[in-house]
């Protein structure tokens, strides 16, 4: 299973991004999807992430401005990020646990860079 990440990028603040994450490989089904993310001199920590049954969560920095969507038949998850400040910035990473196996894939991680 590979992961393919892509969207990211050097935004002003207040911009938008969105951010895709493309599975492929032998993947039978998809539990959970998610994106984390690592901020410079930080530890990565979750941002969203999507149950196969429809429920999300996020970190509470990015509730109101950011959504996390899936569409399964393109095993792709997606990430809206409006209205985006400085402290967003840092790398992006996709993943996904497998719904045959439960093994969890992460994908190689794309730059957010929000100015001021």
């Known amino acids: 299973v590979q992961l393919q990440a892509s969207g990211g990028g050097l935004v002003q603040a207040g911009g938008s991004l969105r951010l895709s994450c493309a599975a492929s490989?032998?993947?039978?089904?998809?539990?959970?999807m998610g994106w984390y993310r690592e901020a410079p001199g930080k530890e990565r920590e979750l941002v969203a992430r999507?149950?196969?049954?429809?429920?999300?969560n996020y970190d509470n920095s990015v509730k109101g401005r950011f959504t996390i969507s899936r569409d399964d038949t393109k095993k792709t998850v997606y990430l809206q990020m409006n209205s985006l400040l400085p402290e967003d910035t840092g790398v992006y990473f996709c993943?996904?646990?497998?719904?045959?196996?439960?093994?969890?894939?992460w994908g190689q991680g794309t730059l957010v860079t929000v100015s001021s």
């Open positions: 490989g032998t993947i039978f089904s998809l539990n959970d």
């Open positions: 999507h149950t196969s049954g429809g429920y999300t």
């Open positions: 993943n996904v646990v497998t719904g045959q196996d439960g093994i969890s894939y």
